[in-house]
């Protein structure tokens, strides 16, 4: 069974960081895309990033790029987040997600997600 | 960006067909894929892939779930509606980047 698995949220202040964790078990994690995706609350999906199978290419969306940065740990089968610089804006749940196979495929599975709040 | 439009809200009698749109502000088909893809999220929980490349059932979803379309318009159909199926559901296009979501279509019961 995949069962993707987030930890390290929580309340952090405005220009501090914080860094996201995603346990990745019941698959082959070395073998696909994955990407973080986050919802603030009441609102929609947003895409954050994505890193492809090997870690050798990530992409961001305009809003974190400078100051998220995401990577991967095959032999740990773990997704990582770095958010640097965080704002208020950036309150909201994170999901870790897997691209079904690789950059491009839809996001077959999700964590529960993670609660990020910034604020002072 | 690709702009994803979607009605906020859809309601509709159980045991009758549902029919969720989604519209691209720009085409998100190739000459081989239509890349465009269907989510269901229920309150409190994360979100499950219903629908990929427009029109392929993800695993495990019931065949009441379908979808189809191409170019820049797209449709998400339930048919019949189930009391279980009352949720947001969000359309998703991986053309080009940034991926983007529609806001969502909250289906509720008539």
């Known amino acids: 069974e995949v069962q993707l698995v987030e930890s390290g949220g929580g309340l952090v202040q405005p220009g501090r960081s914080l860094k996201l964790s995603c346990a990745a078990s019941?698959?082959?994690?070395?073998?696909?895309?994955m990407a973080w995706v986050r919802q603030a609350p009441k609102k929609g999906l947003e895409w954050v990033a994505t890193?492809?199978?090997?870690?050798?290419?990530?992409y961001y969306r305009d809003s974190v790029k400078g100051r998220f940065t995401i990577s991967r740990d095959n032999a740990k089968s773990t997704l990582y987040l770095q958010m640097d610089s965080l704002r208020s804006e950036d309150t909201a749940t994170y999901y870790c997600?897997?691209?079904?196979?690789?950059?491009?495929?839809?996001?077959?599975?999700w964590g529960q997600g993670v609660m990020v709040t910034v604020s002072s | 960006d690709i702009v994803l439009t979607q009605s906020p809200a859809l309601a509709v009698s159980l045991g009758q067909r549902a029919t969720i749109s989604c519209r691209a502000s720009?085409?998100?088909?190739?000459?081989?894929?239509?890349?465009m893809h269907w989510y269901q999220q229920k309150p409190g929980q994360q979100p499950k892939l219903l629908i990929y490349?427009?029109?392929n059932l993800a695993s495990s979803i019931p065949a009441r779930f379908s979808g189809s379309g191409s170019g820049t318009d797209f449709t998400l159909t339930i048919n019949p509606v189930q009391a279980d199926d009352i949720a947001t559901y969000y359309c998703?296009?991986?053309?080009?980047?940034?991926?983007?979501f529609g806001s969502g279509t909250k289906l509720e019961i008539k």
């Open positions: 890193i492809i199978y090997d870690g050798s290419s990530t």
């Open positions: 720009q085409s998100v088909s190739t000459s081989s894929y239509n890349l």
């Open positions: 997600a897997r691209h079904d196979d690789q950059f491009g495929a839809p996001f077959d599975y």
């Open positions: 490349d427009a029109s």
């Open positions: 019941g698959f082959t994690f070395s073998d696909y895309a």
């Open positions: 998703q296009q991986s053309r080009e980047l940034p991926l983007t």
